[in-house]
C-alpha cells in the first residue's frame, strides 16, 4: 500500500503560481499512473491531470489544461502539480490519488484507491 501526503498549497494572488507535491511512501509508487483531483466546499471532486506509471503520458481537465503541468520523479516517490495563471475558482482542496498498476492517465475518479489528505489552496481576486 502506498501511502500520500500532499503539499505547497496556500493563498495566492490571481495570476500567481503554486507547486504542489506529493510524497509516496511504500516501494511501489513508480508501478501506478497518478492524478490530481481538487474539492471546493459544497462541490464533488474534479479531476485536474493524470500522469502514466512512466511518466510518458498525462491527461488534463478542459479547466487546466495550458495552465497546469502535471510531473513525476519514480526515484524520489515524488508527484507534482505546476500551477501557474491562477484564477479565484481554482481556490479548493488540492488531492494527489493513485491510479492503476502500470495504468495509462486517467480521469475516472472510481480508477483512484488511495487519497492523501489534501492541501488547501486559496486564490484571491
Known amino acids: 500500500q502506498v501511502q500520500l501526503v500532499e503539499s505547497g498549497g496556500g493563498l495566492v494572488q490571481a495570476g500567481g503560481s503554486l507547486r504542489l507535491s506529493c510524497a509516496a511512501s511504500?516501494?511501489?509508487?513508480?508501478?501506478?499512473?497518478m492524478g490530481w483531483f481538487r474539492q471546493a466546499p459544497g462541490k464533488e471532486r474534479e479531476f485536474l491531470a493524470s500522469?502514466?506509471?512512466?511518466?510518458?503520458?498525462?491527461s488534463y481537465a478542459d479547466s487546466v489544461k495550458g495552465r497546469f503541468t502535471i510531473t513525476r520523479d519514480n526515484a524520489k516517490n515524488m508527484l507534482y502539480l505546476q500551477m501557474n495563471t491562477l484564477k479565484p475558482e481554482d481556490t479548493a482542496v488540492y488531492y494527489c490519488?493513485?491510479?492503476?498498476?502500470?495504468?495509462?492517465?486517467?480521469?475516472?475518479?472510481?480508477?483512484?484507491?488511495?487519497w492523501g489528505q489534501g492541501t488547501q489552496v486559496t486564490v484571491s481576486s
Open positions: 511504500g516501494r511501489t509508487f513508480s508501478t501506478y499512473s
Open positions: 500522469i502514466s506509471w512512466s511518466g510518458g503520458r498525462t
Open positions: 490519488g493513485i491510479g492503476q498498476i502500470l495504468g495509462p492517465p486517467t480521469s475516472n475518479l472510481n480508477d483512484y484507491a488511495d
